[in-house]
């Protein structure tokens, strides 16, 4: 029998570095939406990622919400987003009073631009150099561009399909700092700093955290610009607080950027980690029959974020979700892919084009502990059980 021991599926790795930090905000006074941290961390992701702008926001919710707004989103307008995502990378659609349309994912769990480019070409009509939905008679605004457990989605096709239909590119990077490609069109371009606006998130499952948090960037300063004005209230005159727009409380606090500064030093160093850890997975269940670990995509350096295994049950003895309930109940902490969007009740009423695959992986698949402090011992222990419950 395997040792048993409690392993969290992904938690922070926080250092005692980060102490002076929040003692500087503290002695300073500056643990709210102001101080020096905010802006320091804005710079490092400017430069980490090679970006002209970056604008720090309470979350990678308020990040896309921002997104919208500042990209033209209006009510009853539409925009495409897949349905293999957490529902944060939807809802924002609809904070705007617009609708989503659901797409359908591929091998990757990431937005399936061949089955985009079809409904493109066969379900909308161009009048005027807008996208118009045949069945809707609604506008399109936009393509959300998920980065599924940091595997970067194929961003050639992505553009090239906005570029063609006028269409603004949206990515939602929350799980994917880190990941860039290596190959192709946009070799050495981060995943997030593709599109027209791309946003991240500091939840304490990411690669790196702030307790809560998230960051915009864009090469389109303007774009950002507006968003930051926005996210402070919309303060036309702040001495007077006047206030010509309705604008929102989305600033992060210099507490979440004291984390920020010091997580982001340490973000290739948590990458190598993920990556070791990924590998010898990857061997240890390449020999367990009915188990395989989703590959990341070749010509990116993905950021090995989350790890999918894919259960054959025929092969491996037990389905999905009998795997899923023996490892929590032995404390190994393990997840399925989250609900398809399409399926959630808020939205049973909207338009989505030939769901397929996406269904497939809600079926089969399982995250396993995968967090950058995991140790090889760990990782040998979560493989023991994998071979315990085959049958």
């Known amino acids: ?39 320091e961390f804005q710079e490092k992701m400017e430069k980490y990622l090679n970006v002209e702008r970056a604008v720090a926001v309470q979350s990678g919710t308020a990040g896309l919400h921002l997104a919208m707004r500042v990209l033209g989103v209006d009510r009853d307008d539409e925009v495409i987003v897949p349905t293999a995502t957490f529902i944060a990378a939807v809802n924002p659609v609809t904070y705007m009073g617009a609708e989503p349309v659901f797409m359908d994912c591929g091998d990757d769990i990431n937005i399936d631009p061949d089955k985009l480019e079809s409904f493109l070409e066969d379900q909308c009509k161009m009048i005027d ?23 970067p989605a194929d961003m050639e096709r992505i ?17 994917a700092l880190g990941s860039y490609y290596t190959s192709g069109k946009y070799e050495g371009q981060h995943c997030g700093t593709i599109g027209d606006i791309g946003v991240y998130s500091f939840n304490a499952n ?9 960051m915009m960037v864009s ?22 607080y006047q206030h010509d727009e309705i604008g929102y409380n989305y600033r992060m606090t210099n507490i979440q950027a004291a984390y920020g500064t010091e997580q982001i030093d340490r973000l290739e160093d948590f990458i190598a980690t993920k990556k070791k850890n990924y590998k010898l997975y990857k061997k240890a269940i390449a020999e367990i029959d009915g188990l395989s670990l989703l590959p990341f995509n070749q010509g990116t350096r993905a950021n090995h ?5 894919l259960v054959d049950q025929d092969k491996y003895g037990i389905d999905r979700d009998e795997l899923l309930r023996k490892l929590n109940e032995v404390n190994i902490q393990a997840r399925p892919l989250w609900g398809l969007i399409h399926q959630q009740k808020p939205y049973l009423d909207n338009e989505f084009y030939q769901i397929e695959k996406a269904q497939y992986f809600v079926d089969h698949l399982i995250n396993i502990p995968c967090s950058s402090s995991l140790t090889e011992e760990e990782v040998e222990i979560v493989v023991e059980w994998l071979k315990e419950f085959s049958q």
């Open 206 to 214: 990411k690669i790196i955290t702030t307790g809560g948090g998230g």
């Open 159 to 175: 553009m090239e399909i906005g570029a063609k239909y006028n269409l603004k590119i949206v990515e939602d990077a929350t799980e």
């Open 129 to 151: 150099g807008k996208v118009i939905n045949k069945k809707t008679d609604k506008e399109i605004k936009a393509i959300v561009v998920v980065h599924v457990f940091g595997n």
């Open 219 to 240: 090469n389109h300063p303007e774009l950002l610009e507006k968003a930051s004005f926005l996210g402070v209230q919309a303060k036309t005159d702040p001495l007077y």
């Open 305 to 309: 974020w989350f790890y999918a295994v």
């Open 1 to 39: 029998m395997p040792e048993k021991r409690s392993i969290p599926l992904s938690v922070p790795n926080l250092s005692m570095d980060i102490v002076e930090n929040i003692k500087d905000t503290i002695e300073s006074g500056w643990v709210s939406t102001g101080g020096k941290f905010i802006k």
